[in-house]
Structure formats: structure tokens, C-alpha cells
């Protein structure tokens, strides 16, 4: 896996990029291909999402789940006639392919991870940047293979309606977009309120916990793995700790996974993403708080080195005007 810069020289260009135009992110997203007659039946009873229904082209969340009912992958599906792609966070597709391996008995399908050539491209004007890679984007809801084989697919933010895609190119051509390092992308995604699996996310995770049950879990389908907690919590449960957003009140970043306090003294979380935000005009961060904290309560966050004030928040934090 390779690691991403943290800018390309003007991290506020970039940011600028994301927010107003669009940008290029390199490495953040990885592809595991099912493919097979059996495909579909396959996975539908693995993963969260009912995918029979989906039509050929659709694009929908999705959530893989250790047989405890945690979290294994966040995910996208792509629907195809005889395939389906499954997209990821960065690292996970191996994770996600051998998960899927422990259970090929007797299917006639295949798993392929992709090599880490995907791309996404995230804006308002994003669509625009992936047209000239002979894959246009005639229906922002659907994906494609362009005749050289290019894949072009919406990867909608859960929370805001920015919009992105991803790319796996043929050959080393990229979108006609600005590269965006980490600094500028981290900020996005945290004010999206878009976690990424190994990083905010992990397989002690509750799907509730992060809020990513809605629109990625079908209630009415058969079983899956994992089905049993999320279904018993959806109906009668609850979550000991959400992932919130945070806002640091002064100009100061403090290192990732220092401690969040609550006013009684009590240790409440720790922080898992951080960046600067532009149009909030101070540093975010991603958390999983304790229930006992709820959004617009203030926080210390503590460190070896010093503390700093910050509020929590429901997510997304801020607003993102776009066209589409």
C-alpha cells in the first residue's frame, strides 16, 4: 500500500479543489471483483445489502460483518450482470477477499482484488473531470467499463451530497483533476463525516456504533453473516458509544489517538482522524464518544504534551453547497 503525500505542494488549492471544483485522490479506495454465474446468490448471503434487486449498473452501500456481527469492510457494491464489485477503504481488500474465500463452497464464481489503481475524484464538477476518459458519466447513478476497460462508478458520501467517483483506469491515465494530498482529504472526509475502515473504524466496531447501517443494511432480506446483532440492536438495543465529530476551539492539533474528558473527569474517546478545516475555520476530528457525551457538550482533549478545548457534534460537520 502506498502511502499518500500530504499535499502536492498547496494544501489550500487543494482543499479548494474538493470543495469547489474537483480533485484527484490517489489511493484511498481498493476493488474486489466477484465474478461468476453464482455471483450474486453468492454474496447475498454474506453481505448486508440485498443485491438481487439491484439493477444491472446500480451503485449501493453495503456492509461486510464477522460472524459476531462486527465490522469486517464498509463497502460499495457495483452491480453487474455476472459480477459485482465490491469497493473499499485502502487496505482492505485483501481482508475482504479472504473473508469471502472462507465461504466459496461448491459456488461458481471467482475473487479478484484489484491492484491499488483506483482513483476517486470528488467535487462538484468530478463528473466533468472523469469525462474525457472515454467512460462519460451519462447517469451520475450508474457505473461502467468504457471499451478499453476503464471502470467509471458514483461512490456517494453517506452523509453530504458531494460528489465523487472512482476511476480504475487502463494504463496510467488519470482524470483531468487537481491531485489532492492527505491534508486536504482528511479535511473533506471528516467534515462529510466519512469514516475509513483501520483508521476510525475497526473489527470491535459495531456498524451502529458508526451510523452506517442506514442505507446499507436490508432488513427484509434472508440471513447474512452477522445479521444477528445488528438486527437485535435495530430493535431493541443500543450503542454504548457514536462517532461524532469534533471541533477544536483553539488553533492547536493535537496528535492522533489522544484522549477525549469529559467534565466529570471521565475518559470518553480518542481522536482517530484530524485535519484543518477552511470553512469552519478550525481543526476536526473524528471520534467514537461515549454515549454519556452528547453532541454540543464541550471536551478536553489530553495529551502527554498539553490539552485542548474542543465541542462535540452530530455529523456532518458544516455544509457542502453543490451542483451536482
Known sequence: M????PSYGDVTGEYLAL????????????????????????LDGLLS????????????????????GKLRATAWLLRGE???????????????????????????????AEPNTVLDVVGPAAAAAVAGLGAPVT??????RSPDGTVVAPLPFGRVALPRFIVVPVGDTDPDARPVGSLAHDAIRIEAGEPVMGIDLDEATIPQEADVVEGAVDFTKGCYLGQ???????????????????????????????TLVASDGAEVGTITSLGES??????????????EVSPGDTVTIRWEQGTAPAVVHDLPLGEFAVEG
Open 278 to 291: 477552511l470553512e469552519l475555520r478550525a481543526p476536526v476530528a473524528l471520534a467514537m464518544v461515549r454515549r
Open 2 to 5: 502506498t502511502a499518500r503525500p
Open 228 to 258: 444477528e446483532l445488528v438486527a437485535r440492536i435495530d430493535s431493541r438495543g443500543r450503542v454504548n458509544r457514536h462517532l461524532r465529530g469534533l471541533t477544536l476551539t483553539t488553533n492547536v492539533l493535537p496528535p492522533l489517538g489522544a
Open 49 to 68: 445489502q440485498a443485491i438481487a434487486p439491484i439493477p444491472v449498473g446500480g451503485v449501493e452501500r453495503t456492509l461486510l460483518l464477522s460472524p459476531q
Open 82 to 112: 455476472d459480477e459485482v464489485g465490491i469497493v473499499v477503504d485502502i487496505g482492505r481488500a485483501g481482508i475482504v477477499a479472504g473473508d469471502l474465500a472462507r465461504f466459496k463452497i461448491r459456488v461458481d464464481a471467482t475473487i479478484e
Open 19 to 42: 470543495r469547489s471544483e474537483a480533485g484527484i485522490v490517489h489511493g484511498a479506495h481498493e476493488v474486489v471483483w466477484v465474478r461468476g454465474p453464482d455471483t450474486v446468490e453468492f
Open 139 to 144: 447517469d451520475p447513478s450508474l457505473w461502467g
